[in-house]
């Protein structure tokens, strides 16, 4: 099983819609969580980071933690053409140091059509 | 506007010729890190480096060696590159102080073995 799970879609859905990404994840130490976005043939970027369980909105995107059922998501409201892209969940266990390790999902890719 | 590069962003080596990528960044963070991204796949952490300090994975193989001569640049070496390494290998950096989760990435380079 691997640790974290993402549907890797693609998911398609019209300009204006609500999108919902998930990830799912197995190991109850991760304690970071965030969203990365990748356009293609572009680095990943981050988009939102979640610290714990919570909701976290930034404009459009609202991050959200239940780690209860390890389970992550992303709400995209009002979506736009240009938020087509592939959607990366990663999180991360908080070491002694700064540099932890990132452990990505294998990412969403997403369209929305004008 | 400070920044993450990566050259080339395409290369085509041959099957055991070595092949070096580079990272250079202007963000000087201290910590650089070097991925593996298959298609349709997760970003898969290959080694980093805190300042000077190496780190491995563990289930990184020998085959893949860096260098990080300055803050500035870092280089991946794979000796005797295979087919199964034809990849997109992605160089991020991130600062001591701001978390693992602050990621910068570069836009890659895109790996053909022949």
């Known amino acids: 099983q691997k640790e974290v799970e993402q549907d890797p879609g693609p998911l398609s859905v019209p300009e204006g819609a609500i999108v919902s990404l998930n990830c799912t994840y197995s190991?109850?130490?991760?304690?970071?969580f965030m969203w990365y976005r990748q356009y293609s043939r572009k680095g990943p970027e981050l988009l939102m980071y979640t610290y714990s369980s919570g909701n976290k909105e930034d404009g459009r995107f609202t991050a959200q933690v239940d780690k209860s059922s390890k389970y992550i998501s992303l709400f995209i409201r009002d979506s736009q053409p240009s938020d087509s892209a592939t959607y990366l969940c990663a999180m991360s266990v908080q070491g002694s140091s700064n540099t932890g390790k990132l452990i990505f999902g294998q990412g969403t890719t997403l369209q929305v059509k004008p | 506007d400070a920044m993450v590069i990566q050259n080339p962003r395409y290369q085509v080596t041959q099957f055991g010729k070595p092949v070096t990528l580079s990272c250079s960044q202007t963000l000087n963070h201290n910590v650089m890190y070097w991925y593996q991204q298959k298609s349709s796949q997760a970003p898969k952490l290959l080694f980093h480096?805190?300042?000077?300090?190496?780190?491995n994975e563990a289930d990184t193989p020998d085959n893949f060696q860096s260098r990080r001569p300055n803050t500035s640049f870092c280089f991946l070496d794979i000796r005797s590159p295979g087919l199964g390494d034809a990849a997109m290998y992605l160089c991020?950096?991130?600062?001591?102080?701001?978390?693992?989760?602050?990621?910068?990435f570069g836009p890659g380079t895109r790996l053909t073995v022949t």
């Open positions: 190991n109850s130490a991760f304690q970071y």
């Open positions: 480096y805190y300042d000077k300090d190496f780190n």
């Open positions: 991020a950096t991130s600062k001591d102080g701001q978390g693992i989760y602050e990621q910068y």
